[in-house]
């Protein structure tokens, strides 16, 4: 990296999209147990960090919850040729406060609208978000969309999301399986089918403005078969991976 | 120091009652206590003495803007003030018409409406004159739409005088009301001032340096 | 020139923020009165509380009143009840938010111009008749006006570009909630939406300037040109 | 009580907010005296630009940041290769992103205090001998220090709370540009975090608290505590 | 209105370039143009006319804070301003000890720091007192580390006149400088502008009201 102001930030600079957060924080504690200077972890909306490459910023690696935004990269050359893998897949799930006694799970036609006995759905914003397209493909599928479409609470990210039915805000959520498995305060009433909506990847690359001597070492740590059981610790799977 | 009287004009022996200033106070400024002793018959009381010796002072208490540390207020037979009867008339009941020595016009009111002021704060009580009158015979006529910033000092002061006049006021405080004054306005106002002690009896405290102004309006004469 | 769908989030922007500085501005103008003229015991107190929404992170801010004024909240549970007022995914939400984040500007240009009123003014009126309401209402309030002007562009440059705390507390919903900033955010996630969001953010500049222009005005009528009120 | 990661997000948050007002604060009384004293063309653009961030949402403002101060924007560059400051992932982008937010509330405050000068007294000053800039350092300037002292606290808070443009200009590297608000956002994203929230947000609070305890004392040291300065 | 000089005391034909007053100019006023005319000999110049006529506005424009529309400013042979010649000087450079009729203090330095404020632009001209002398002398000595909102009316006085004397001043414009004072702080003032005018010959512009005062200290009386 032109000017990596060295010393002090060892390690390489990993955008990473903030739904990530636990999973690649154990990653880069694994990763500087084995010796290496720990990677210095931003996390932000898929989005900001994506533009921040485009803007030229010098960052080592990239992981994304969104491919768009990794096509858009990819389209100018902004990544590093043959670097781009996915790192990671994830599921949606419907979700309940915890203490709710709603019995409902996600199926072509199910009764979401009266489940919801007047309040909202609460889900990542649904023509932005990466988490919220996946939700209103799902909701299209399996044929509830118009029932539920005026009655969503789109919040800023899923995390967001999860918060508004966890503080009683809305009686149901969707939200990514990582998400839920680990949050107090909620409950998951069920998985979507897998076909109901675009596979979830997270895809990850190296940014060509980069150049940490480890950032290609990170990258294939992330993805040996060590990584993949700190990811799957976190309800990400990766079986998906080419 | 105690001001007594030094002179009377029309010094009769009164019943207490028909005092027009009894007054008894010691008012604490930094590093001065200024105490004053007044109780007269006559109307107009002229309050004299050096500068910085607390004759501001001493108004400011009669209007009710300084508590005195002691002692008592009583004008026109009305107490305003009694540290041991615990009287403390809030400043807007006192009915003060107070031309302040820096006259304090406000300055987001145009001339007119400062005069205005005070009136509808009357009480019942007739004002001497009509506003436009009182502007003519102080010769603001023609500035009345002006703001206080607009306009030159003894505009500023007269505009103060009409200002107090027209609240109908119970009794007058003047701190050199003729303060940068021409001789000719000076004897407009000192002539109003005497129509006023003489036509309506209200009892006005006149704060001058000027002897001759003293001399010829005062009966009873406080030094401080 | 816009499409109806942009008209409907600036309608909705300006409707969020107008209400949401009328109902700030007399709180403000009290608080601002309290803590410039009166000391009392929890006055440092009232002063940081004022400024919370400041430090704090707006979706923090957004996520306290998520917790205070949600529907199991200990306010918005009595503001329903009693009031028939719901703030969760409601424009009225919405508007909350942005008061809640303008609040501490407005309050701080308020006392900045009730600390510049001269107190002789005050003392004078009074011994004209005026009591303590008639002395505010007609010689602190207007002598306060720069402040208070101050405090409408501060506010409602504030509130229309409210988002974190707004996103969070009320959610992001088209008609509701979605206010221009919202708007922009959500065309900002998608990759190439530069156009739509360059639209939507030259309508929020063109409002604040058009709410700039008003003031510059207003107070050019309210004021001698220096800041000195006339009203 | 604090654990060292959470001490460095404190010293990098008080780095950032402290070199942001000091470096906005000139250029802000400079920006509020051409507003206040002077009339010339461009006047209301000027006034529009400097309340731009307040306007739109951070995010926006951190967009248009990367655009302008980025590695390959026109000022980023040239900044870059002159004077060697880098912005991009560095607590300089940081305290810029605050700098930019702050900038118009601290232009605001100081103006007020800058209107309500009387100008009698600069006159009188320029008799005296004092040239106009004499006049600005020994009248106008401390005469206004209620606004300094205003824009102080506003620029000081609004800074330590900064969280979307700089998310968004510097990004969120631990050490460097996460700031405590970016730290309440990353602690927000692990669940069952709170207690890490709430740790922070506090921190927050008390160091907003501090601060306006400090510039009470500082404001009654620095004027009689009416608002009127002594200095 | 032109006025011309009513009586002399020290008259005695001079030439031009010795005149200690050399003004002719017109000042616009809304409403009003003031116009004036002064050519003396006399150090000391009285300008006197009703409240509202000018005087303050031509001091102003002496003192270079009010243009004037057309005429000449010249003081003690230096020319300070010129409409014909393009001479304008800023208020700074003309040195000038301005007793302004509001007395301007500065609300934020003490009485001490009010009377330094223009020591240090002397440009080496020596001023008539050292500042504690000057403070005994008009006595506020007492009141050198109180803030103006401290003092009384008089004291506001007297602490504007030693600020403006102890600037080391090329000339003096006093604006109704004994206004407020009571008599025995009239006559110390009044002495010391007479020292100033018989000892350094320094120009001054004298504003009153009080005949007494003009007919002691004036050479030249020049009336609006
Ligand atoms: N606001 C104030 N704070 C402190 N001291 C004050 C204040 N106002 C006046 N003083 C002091 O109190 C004393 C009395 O002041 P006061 O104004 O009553 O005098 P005065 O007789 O009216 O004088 P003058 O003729 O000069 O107006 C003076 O020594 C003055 O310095
Ligand atoms: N700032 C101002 N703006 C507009 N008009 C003014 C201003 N100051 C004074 N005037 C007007 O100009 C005229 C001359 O005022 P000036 O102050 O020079 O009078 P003056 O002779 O000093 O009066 P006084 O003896 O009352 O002080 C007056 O009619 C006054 O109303
Ligand atoms: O990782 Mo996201 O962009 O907050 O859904
Ligand atoms: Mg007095
Ligand atoms: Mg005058």
Redesign the pocket.
Known sequence: APSQEGDKRAGPIVLAAASMHDALEDAADAWARQGHARPALSFAASSAAARQIEAGAPADLFVSADEEWMDELEGRDLLVEGSRAVLATNRLVLIAPAGSNAEIAPEPGFALAEALEGGRLAVAETESVPAGRYAKAALVDLGVWNEVADRLAPAENVRAALQLVARGAAPLGITYASDALAAPGVKVLGEFPAGSHPPIRYPLALVAAGGHPQAGAFRGFLLSPQGAAILARHGFGTAERD | MAGAPRHRRQGQACPVNALAFDIDIAVARPGRRIEVRIASTDSLVALVGPSGMGKTSVLDAIAGLLGPACGHIEVGGKRLFDAAGQVDMPPERRGAGYVFQDSRLFPHLSVEQNLAFGTRYADGRAPFADPAECAELLGIGH?LH??P??????????AAIARALLRAPRFLLLDEPTA???DARRQDILRIVEQIRDRFALPILYVSHDRSEVDRLAGDVVEL | MLTSAEWDIVALSLKVSLVAIAVTLPLAFALAWLLARRRFPGMVLLDALVHLPLVLPPVVTGYLLLLAFGPQGPVGSIAQRLLGIVFSFHWTGAALAAAVMALPLMVRAIRLSIDAVDTRLESAARTLGAGRWDVFRRITLPLAAPGVFAALVLGFARSIGEFGATITFASNIPGETRTLPLGIYTALQVPGAEGEVARLAIISIALSLAALVASEWLVRRGTDGKGRPVL
């Open positions: 500035l002006r703001r910033r607009e306009l030159s000092g003894g505009e500023i002061r007269r940068s004054l021409d």
